[in-house]
């Protein structure tokens, strides 16, 4: 299997791939000193979070590293290196959010620059750097995944087969990385939801509301804040957040493919993200326009869609080579006969559900279609009734989505069984890359609207950079659409897996305990949600005092002649939003924990409550994303006019205002609790399967207890025959 | 067993009570011709309502009878009686609505007469008429299961013993009763939370925001519809909903009490029960204040707490004698063995649980207490943060309910198993009669004040009923977290009861087609809220129109000369909420019917679709319940003035009118949307335990075919041994 060399190599490729795209990146011109003085405030306010984050994330890296190495030691089946394979996730989820922020502040400046000139020069430029981000996070995942199984292999299990004990051991201590991955990313979510939808809010109530200055003027205090929030929450957060769900995928599909006893069914998944990232190269390929179309939002759009489905359909064909020379005829999974043929169309379901999500999520966001109208109709009756009208719509907006996923689930399940289900996955995220260029390049142009706004350029720059911009919305809300399936099947497959190492043949609501804790797990995302919401709204509460102080006290501010203390904003929004994440950051941690091992629960009631948690984090996700999108188009309607029972709206109507209310609620919805609901269900089913061993193996030790006084209770237990329960089905 | 013969006798002894303290009411002074001619609007309108719904079910009960009627033939576990059963349920709750209705519409002119005397007599009044409600709806219930169940033994059954076939049968049909019970309160409450809200938004919209006049004024033609919108949605749709779980419950213990193969088991729900409606009329004799306390509403809340809580002591202390008196020693369900102490302890489990459910939905939603204050200061920065303000809190809110839900699951099924989880939620449903005398107490006394307004009557007056109103907000809140917690736990007895009706051993969320249908489940509350929400916005639409019509072209109108065409709008009302309430109810009874009958799905899969809407139904019924509540209670705190970082606000204030938006927002959430969640989650159990006969024959029909083809199969599924999964727990 000299095959498992080649995936680290894939890794190694696209980070050279980063290395000379980025050269590129830096090489265009940055613009005049006026420009370049705004983009240095920018990169050095979006470093500062950074440091200030990992610096806080260094010390629980360290705690729980050793609470992991103790772990690991105790239990036979795993590991001391387990801490060591955390730390490495940890750092290389880091060095991506680290990688991405810093093409990302390079790119803007230089997006502005190149706009001056056209359109198609400032999309290289914009998609460029959203490509170095997509191909070095999944990179570093592939690199660091592959790398490191071939590493912990030789050292437990240099010769054994796949369902050796040894090699079992070898993939428990791998989920250290995911874990350390998963965990960096809840926190760079959170933290940078927070700090960018504080900025914002900030910026807008006091700019835009109280001193009536335009959107990113220099005058505005938090206008350096708000733009480095762009880049710390959707380039950064997103960045962690994907290879978070990217590592956890091929993970979970190893983690059940081991149980097949083949080799080859570890392999696959690997080979799968690898020959993922070349096609991915091919893909960004396929996203120019001449530079003869002008001004033409549908031309960049038609560009990006191209590249995208043309790393799906690139995907589905490669698969099939792949699965048909790497996959045995048929294989067997707790009992569960499945062929080749089977993975293939189980990639192929994946694919087609993460397709149908993306499109699904933009039909109920998109500016014009029925949803976004309906808000936009009911703007006209006042504040409350675009709320009621944005909830309807965002509650609504889950009943498709869901009933995809769950055909996407028995589908792949039809098709290999929870190997299928868990490949699904792999097959969706073989194009991350791809996503993440195009979700990248969204808040890179962002960012260089800003910019020209800031230095005060021809309209035509703000133009060029606004129609990226409105393309980079629509790819946001897919994009987001695209994050929760893959999340949730992400968070099943882990779920198989958690239940095959946690030595259980099942997952029984009617339990008691395990219905408790179905509902415990149902309530999380909740008071997740929550405090995730109100700390944006107090964070934005302080930016609004700050900005409020300058206005007061600094002569000339409004004149443009005193300077604004841009340090001061930014330093408010990065101490807020990273003290804030970490309430949110600990329930997530720390509940599996107290479930799994609290008395009477267990892993069967671990798994309830893993199930609960995922089905209600997928419809919060969608229902607060999709509000916020569509809350977001219903107001940018307004800026091009709306007719209303045969009126025409404009900005500064009432209508307007009532949908800037909406838009305002949006906000934290759809940047900050929404999209965290993804990590939120990876990150449980992580811990889960990382203390799965543990929990196994202190149910094994009372178990052993109590046969000696009770013989019969064993007895009962024992009879239950594993795969009866998946062949009944 | 002649005890059975006692149960209807409660029942009966329930309504001579009506009957007597209806009359007492009735003979009460109705005050001036122009307080009788208000009052006769209000009641003309609340009929003409009842008429429409009423004329429109009868269809949909003709229908639905004879489809029960057929599968009722067609299954041998069944009788075509079902649909007999099913007719007198929906019957007798219409019957319960009517009654309700009538005596509300009675008493609010007769407690706005004795206001102007004191605030003890018109207590006496309202609370008079609140307990002619409550009785009668739990009269109605005790008296139609116990007096059909006796008929259906003679039928079926006249000398079986519990665990025979027949007794399997009798009380499969009786289950009939409960469907038609339950579908009936659907309709009434969604229906009518549709109407009252249409009616309140659209009257405040035009009245109180573009004319400028107060609440309750005659000179707004939507006036009188929104008093009729209390009635309909609070009274009647209230009680059809705790007569629903009130049968529900006692049936899911019965088919739970049968499987332990003890006919005392049986009997004890029913006898709770019907000792409950003795001591609840105990409890209303101590609802008094004296004439001395003048208007202290501190006062009136001390004597229906001590109401509530004197019928929750005697329904413990009674339950100990009932328990020792009715059970063996010990009892055995599906191999969990349990004595009668265990079940005595586990009545008190579901008195804690429903106790404490209410205290922590008051602390969420009254005046002073953290939540409330928290939207309140955010109502200072504008609209949209007190709408996030609001959203937090309510999610928030759902934290510590699940926990003591979740425990109480635990508690209750460690004392005596599935059958302690059923007579829990029994032991909490036992005080019904109480808990919605004091709920239907509160729109009573609102509508006295609306009265009150109307016919202009001195201030005394409006204060007093001011008194009783705030008090009914405050129970009408607690009596919300009543409602929710015993439908979860109805809910959840009746899942137990499928289960075992379904001749399944366990519902297995590690099967892939289980999982898939627990997120169809889970999104279910999603589509059903949205669909209530949306249905609200648009009747108040078209009322808003409606109501500048009428101050557009009727001459005089605003000058108190001309006399607003009232009927119109209570039309629009009744017909807007009639039209609307078909989508949601479909939903809610022919989903269950989808999963279950679907190839490939079945009864394990329709287990994994209920507990995922339990779960999120439950979720979604405190997060929009007490949001809504909190939002109101934030809202009215502006009356008082509140003070925000130094400075006070009154009504009329920017903040006064940010809590207005979120009042508005909540107006849906609390009375429409989030209480039919109660209902929904009851009825599609309610639903899958009807069919679960037919599936399981289905289900037996096909292993017989496979069996034929591929014995391998069949012998795995009898080798897994029914009670192993309960034990190995």
């Not at 983009?39 to 979006?46: D, K, L, M």
């Not at 054994?160 to 998963?182: H, K």
């Not at 569960?336 to 109920?364: C, K």
Request: charged fraction near 15%; aromatic fraction near 8%; proline fraction near 3%.
């Amino acid at each position: 299997m000299t095959l498992f060399y080649l995936v680290p190599a894939f890794g190694v490729l696209a980070l050279l791939y980063t290395f000379i795209k980025s050269a590129w990146v830096t090489k265009q011109d940055a613009g005049s000193d006026r420009m370049k003085e705004i983009a240095r405030y920018i990169a050095e306010g979006a470093m500062a979070f950074l440091k200030a984050e990992y610096k806080i994330l260094t010390y629980f890296v360290i705690i729980a590293g050793l609470l992991l190495a103790f772990m690991g030691y105790s239990n036979p089946k795993s590991s001391p290196m387990i801490a060591v394979a955390f730390v490495i996730g940890a750092f290389f989820s880091a060095l991506a959010g680290f990688i991405g922020m810093r093409i990302a502040t390079k790119a803007n400046v230089r997006t502005t620059e190149a706009a001056k000139t056209s359109l198609s020069k400032a999309l290289n430029v914009s998609f460029g750097g959203g490509s170095v981000m997509g191909l070095g996070v999944s990179g570093l995942a592939v690199l660091g995944l592959g790398g490191l199984f071939i590493i912990l292999k030789m050292i437990f299990a240099p010769d054994s087969l796949a369902n050796s004990e040894e090699m079992e051991r070898t993939i428990e201590v791998l989920t250290g990385f995911s874990l350390g991955a998963e965990s960096i990313a809840l926190f760079a979510r959170v933290g940078g939801g927070i700090y960018t939808k504080a900025a914002d809010v900030g910026a807008d109530l006091v700019g835009k509301v109280e001193a009536g200055i335009p959107e990113d003027d220099p005058r505005n205090p938090a206008t350096i804040a708000d733009n480095v929030g762009d880049n710390v929450g959707d380039v950064a957060g997103m960045g962690a957040d994907l290879f978070g769900s990217y590592v956890a995928t091929v993970l979970a599909t190893m983690v059940l493919g081991r149980e097949t006893g083949d080799m080859s069914a570890i392999l696959l998944p690997m080979m799968i993200a690898g020959v993922g990232i070349v096609l991915s190269i091919i893909g960004t390929l396929f996203v120019r326009i001449s530079d003869s179309v002008g001004n033409s939002t549908a031309a960049v759009q038609r560009a990006l869609n191209m590249g995208n489905w043309g790393s799906i359909v690139l995907t589905a064909v490669a698969c099939y080579f792949l699965v048909h020379n790497i996959l045995p005829e048929s294989l067997t999974l707790r009992g569960y006969v499945f062929t080749r043929d089977g993975v293939f169309y189980a990639i192929l379901v994946g694919l087609a559900v993460g397709t149908l999500m993306s499109m699904i999520t933009e039909y109920y966001t998109a500016m014009g279609k029925r949803p976004v109208m309906s808000i936009i109709r009911q703007s006209s009756t006042g504040h409350a009734t675009n709320i009621i009208g944005g909830l309807a719509v965002g509650m609504e907006s889950t009943t498709l989505p869901i009933i995809v996923l769950a055909g996407g689930i028995w589908g792949s399940y039809e098709c290999a069984g929870l190997y299928g289900v868990a490949i699904a996955a792999a097959g969706m995220m073989a194009t991350t890359a791809m996503q993440l260029a195009i979700d990248a390049f969204g808040p890179i142009a962002d960012n260089a609207g800003g910019i020209a706004e800031m230095c005060e350029l021809p309209k035509e720059v703000r133009e060029r950079t606004d129609i990226l911009d409105a393309v980079g919305n629509t790819t946001a809300a897919t994009g987001k659409g695209f994050a929760i399936a893959s999340a949730a099947l992400t968070a099943l497959a882990l779920f198989a897996a958690f239940v095959g190492v946690a030595g259980i043949t099942g997952i029984d609501i009617y339990k008691a305990n395990v219905l408790a804790c179905l509902f415990v797990g149902g309530m999380i995302p909740f008071i997740f949600s929550s405090l995730a919401i109100r700390a944006v709204g107090k964070a934005a509460m302080s930016m609004v005092e700050e900005v409020r102080r300058q206005f007061r006290t600094i002569p000339g501010i409004m004149e443009g002649t005193g300077k604004p203390e841009y340090d001061k904003c930014v330093a408010i929004s990065t101490e807020a939003s990273i003290r804030m994440m970490v309430a949110p950051g600990a329930i997530a941690i720390i509940s599996p924990l107290i479930i799994g091992f609290m008395p009477g629960l267990g892993a069967e009631a671990l798994g309830g409550f893993l199930a609960g948690a995922t089905v209600s984090g997928v419809l919060m996700g969608m229902f607060q994303n999709n509000a916020g999108g569509a809350w977001d188009n219903a107001k940018k309607s307004f800026e091009k006019g709306v007719e209303i029972n045969g009126e025409i709206y404009y900005k500064k109507s009432e209508p307007h205002k009532a949908s800037v209310t909406g838009d305002t609620v949006g906000d934290p919805f759809k940047d900050t609790s929404g999209p965290s609901m993804n990590i939120l269900i990876k990150l449980m089913s992580i811990v889960a399967l990382v203390i799965a061993p543990t929990i196994a193996n202190i149910s094994k030790n009372k178990q052993a207890t109590v046969s000696v006084k009770k013989e019969t209770t064993i007895t009962a237990v024992v009879a239950t025959p594993a795969p009866a329960a998946v062949i009944a089905q």
